[in-house]
C-alpha cells in the first residue's frame, strides 16, 4: 500500500493531530519537505507534505494566509504540517480558516516532534512500499516466466491481467487478437483494432494510451528490432503502479522472447517448406509428404491453389517489404481457422504460397483486392486448383498469370480468367503490336495513295470467312472487284491468303490495331 498522510497520522511516535481536511487523508504522499519560504511552490513537485514553522509568514492574517493555502493546494502538495510550540504556541486561526475552505490537510505537529523525523518515516515508509514493488514485480516475473514455458502466451496474459487486477490481451503483428483475459475482455480487445494497427506504423518500440480515466488502456509493441511483431493491451482503471508496471514490462519481454522464438521457428519451417515445394514441382508428391511429415497436415494430398507475388517495381528500401507482409497476413489467416499453409519466399524477389483451395488462405488471396495488392506494390498470380501430381503445371499458370498481371498492369490475375476468357486482351503487348502495324504497313501505305481500300476490303472477307458474296454485299462492290484486291493484298504481302496461318495472322493483326469487328 502506498504511504498516505492517514498511514502518518496513525504513526505513534510522530504525535500528528489533524486540524483540517479530513476528508482526503487518504491522498498517497510523495515526500516531506520543509520550507520557510513565503511562497515555496517554485520549488515543488506535487505531492509533498510541506513541513512549516511560519518563521517567515503572517501566519495571523487571513488574506495572505488564503493566498498562501491556495498557492499550494493548486501546486499539488497534498497537505500541511505546522509545528505548534516554536513560533506559535497553536496554529492561527487565519491558517486554519484558509486550510478549511481549500479543504487541505492541515496537521499539527508537537513541539517533541523533530521535522526529521517525519522525514524519516516518510522516507522509511516509501523505501518499504517500493521493496513491496519490487518483491511483488519479481514474484510475479517468475509466475509468468513459469507460465510461458509452461503453457505459452495465454497464460502469460491471464496471469498479467491478473497482477494489474484489470485486463489484458495479446495482438498479433495483423491486429489479431491472439489471447485475452479474463474472457469477456476479448470484446473489448477487439474494438482496439484500429488502436494496434497505428501502432505497428510506428518503429518499436512503441506505446500509447487510449480510452479514459474509468476505462484506460496501455498499448506496448512487441519485436526486438524496429518491426512491431505484434501487442499487448493491458487495460485498467487507474494508471499502473510500480509494481503492476514491473510485471507490465516483464510481460513485454516473455511476449517478445516468444516471438523472437516463433520467429526462429518460422525460418526453419521455410527452409523445410523451400524442400518439399521442390518436391512437388519436380513431381516427388510421395517423397514430399514423407519429408512433410505432419507439419503441413492435409495440404499436400489436394486440392490447393498456388500464388506467386512479386514486388511491382522498385521498392522504397525503408518501407517494409511487401512480400513479408503478404506472407503474414495468409499464415494469419490460416491460424485462425487452425488451417496450414505453405509459404516460401525466392530470394527477396518473390513469394510462393501453396494454400487448400477453398481455404481461409485461398479466401484471403480472393479477397486480396486489385486495390490492397496495388497499394502494396506487388503483382500476384493465382494458380487454377490442382492436386499434388501437378504442382508444377501450376506454378507455370501461376507464371503465366503473373506475366498477364505485368502486361496488363494490373496486381492479380487468376489463371482461371486466362482461361475462361479471351486470347485477344493478351495481345495488349507492344512487341505484339510493332508486329502488326509491321504486318499491315504496306497496306495501308497502298491505301494512302487512293488505289484502293485493302485493309478494309481485307476486314471484311475475313470477318465473312471468305464467303466472296458476303463480303462484296458488305463493301458494296462486286465480287470480282473483292477478288482483285485480295489478290493485289497477297502479291503485297507476299503471302497466300489460303493460308491459314496467314489468315489467323492478318485476323489477329487487324484485332491488334483495333481495326476489325467482331466475327459475324
Not at 514485480?137 to 498479467?160: C, H, I, N, S
Not at 492435409?298 to 507482409?325: H, K, Y
Not at 480472393?366 to 486495390?371: F, H, I, N, R
Amino acid at each position: 500500500m502506498p504511504l498516505t498522510l492517514a498511514s502518518l497520522v496513525q504513526h505513534s511516535a510522530l504525535k500528528l493531530t489533524v486540524r483540517a481536511g479530513e476528508d482526503r487523508l487518504d491522498t498517497p504522499v510523495r515526500w516531506a519537505h520543509v520550507s520557510e519560504l513565503a511562497d515555496p511552490v517554485p520549488y515543488m513537485e506535487g505531492g509533498e507534505l510541506l513541513l512549516v514553522t511560519a518563521m517567515k509568514l503572517d501566519a495571523e492574517n487571513r488574506e495572505a494566509m488564503g493566498r498562501y493555502v491556495k498557492r499550494l493546494a493548486d501546486a499539488g502538495v497534498v497537505g500541511l504540517g505546522f509545528a505548534v510550540g516554536v513560533n506559535y504556541d497553536q496554529i492561527p486561526d487565519a491558517l486554519l480558516e484558509a486550510a478549511h475552505e481549500a479543504d487541505l490537510p492541515l496537521l499539527e505537529v508537537p513541539r517533541r516532534t523533530p521535522f526529521l523525523a517525519i522525514s524519516k518515516a516518510v522516507s522509511a515508509a516509501l523505501a518499504a512500499d517500493q521493496y513491496r514493488a519490487v518483491t511483488a514485480g519479481f514474484e510475479a516475473q517468475r509466475e509468468m516466466t513459469r507460465a510461458a514455458l509452461a503453457e505459452g502466451p495465454g497464460a502469460v496474459v491471464a496471469r498479467l491481467a491478473s497482477h494489474v487486477d484489470g485486463w489484458a490481451a495479446l495482438y498479433d503483428a495483423s491486429g489479431q487478437v491472439l489471447a485475452a483475459a479474463p474472457d469477456w475482455a476479448a470484446r473489448r480487445a477487439a474494438r482496439l483494432t484500429s488502436d494496434v494497427e497505428r501502432l505497428r506504423e510506428r518503429a518499436a518500440p512503441a506505446s500509447a494510451v487510449v480510452g479514459g480515466t474509468d476505462d484506460r488502456v496501455e498499448l506496448q509493441s512487441l519485436g526486438s528490432g524496429r518491426r512491431v511483431r505484434g501487442a499487448l493491451a493491458v487495460g485498467t482503471g487507474a494508471p499502473l503502479g510500480t509494481a503492476e508496471r514491473y510485471a507490465v514490462h516483464s510481460a513485454i519481454a516473455l511476449l517478445t522472447l516468444t516471438t523472437e522464438r516463433s520467429r526462429s521457428l518460422q525460418a526453419a519451417e521455410q527452409r523445410l517448406g523451400a524442400a518439399v515445394l521442390r518436391m512437388m514441382l519436380a513431381g516427388q508428391p510421395d517423397h514430399a509428404r514423407a519429408v512433410a511429415g505432419d507439419l503441413y497436415g492435409g495440404l499436400l494430398d489436394a486440392p490447393f491453389r498456388l500464388l506467386i507475388a512479386e514486388p511491382a517495381g522498385d521498392r522504397d528500401p525503408g518501407a517494409e517489404p511487401a512480400l513479408t507482409t503478404l506472407a503474414e497476413t495468409l499464415e494469419t489467416a490460416a491460424a485462425r481457422t487452425g488451417e496450414t499453409v505453405l509459404t516460401v519466399p525466392e530470394g527477396e524477389e518473390r513469394l510462393v504460397v501453396l494454400a487448400a483451395d477453398g481455404g481461409a488462405v485461398a479466401a484471403a488471396c480472393d479477397g486480396y483486392t486489385e486495390k490492397e495488392a496495388e497499394e502494396a506494390g506487388l503483382v500476384i498470380g493465382l494458380s487454377a486448383p490442382t492436386g499434388p501430381t501437378a504442382a508444377a503445371s501450376a506454378y507455370k499458370q501461376s507464371e503465366q498469370a503473373l506475366s498477364v498481371a505485368r502486361r496488363r498492369g494490373r496486381a492479380l490475375v487468376e489463371h482461371e480468367e486466362l482461361a475462361a476468357g479471351s486470347v485477344l486482351p493478351l495481345l495488349a503487348d507492344d512487341a505484339v503490336r510493332a508486329f502488326a502495324d509491321g504486318l499491315l504497313r504496306a497496306l495501308h501505305d497502298h491505301d494512302a495513295t487512293g488505289r484502293g481500300d485493302l485493309v478494309a476490303s481485307l476486314r471484311a472477307w475475313l470477318s465473312r470467312h471468305g464467303q466472296w458474296d458476303a463480303a462484296a454485299a458488305d463493301l458494296g462492290v462486286h465480287r470480282h472487284t473483292l477478288r482483285y484486291r485480295m489478290r493485289r493484298v497477297e502479291e503485297i504481302l507476299g503471302r497466300s491468303l489460303d493460308d491459314p496461318d496467314a489468315r489467323m495472322e492478318l485476323w489477329l493483326a487487324l484485332k491488334a490495331t483495333g481495326e476489325t469487328p467482331s466475327p459475324r
